[in-house]
């Protein structure tokens, strides 16, 4: 199973920026998926973006579109670039891997996910 620690989280003012890491241990091999959600308060865990294992296709969330970029290292590091940030991204966000690559029909929910991290928090002030 490989274990999953996220960091760089924390306060950030309207429109900066903030870049969130995952890193990813005791699992061999690149070919799966992995993705950030997020949780705000009250609010069920939502899809923000996802990345392929391989083609490293990605997969994002309406209202993160043009703003966030994901990407993974060899190493199967997860970065969440998240840039022009709004008070509405504040929110605990996810690092999560699946079993194997998922495809469209699948990449988004939750249920295809079986590994998570602890989350990082993020706040964006107005």
């Known amino acids: 199973q490989v274990q999953l620690v996220e960091s760089g989280g924390g306060w950030v003012q309207t429109g900066n920026s903030l870049r969130l890491a995952c890193a990813a241990s005791g699992r061999s091999g690149s070919m799966f998926g992995m993705a950030w959600f997020r949780q705000a308060p009250e609010k069920e865990r939502e899809f923000v973006a996802a990345?392929?294992?391989?083609?490293?296709?990605t997969y994002y969330a309406d209202s993160v579109k043009g703003r966030f970029t994901i990407s993974r290292d060899n190493a199967n590091t997860l970065y969440l670039q998240m840039n022009s940030l709004k008070p509405e991204d504040t929110a605990v966000y996810y690092c999560?891997?699946?079993?194997?690559?998922?495809?469209?029909?699948?990449?988004?929910?939750?249920?295809?996910?079986?590994?998570w991290g602890q989350g990082t928090q993020v706040n964006v002030s107005s």
């Open positions: 999560a891997a699946s079993s194997g690559n998922p495809i469209l029909s699948t990449v988004r929910k939750i249920e295809t996910y079986t590994q």
């Open positions: 990345i392929r294992g391989g083609d490293r296709r």
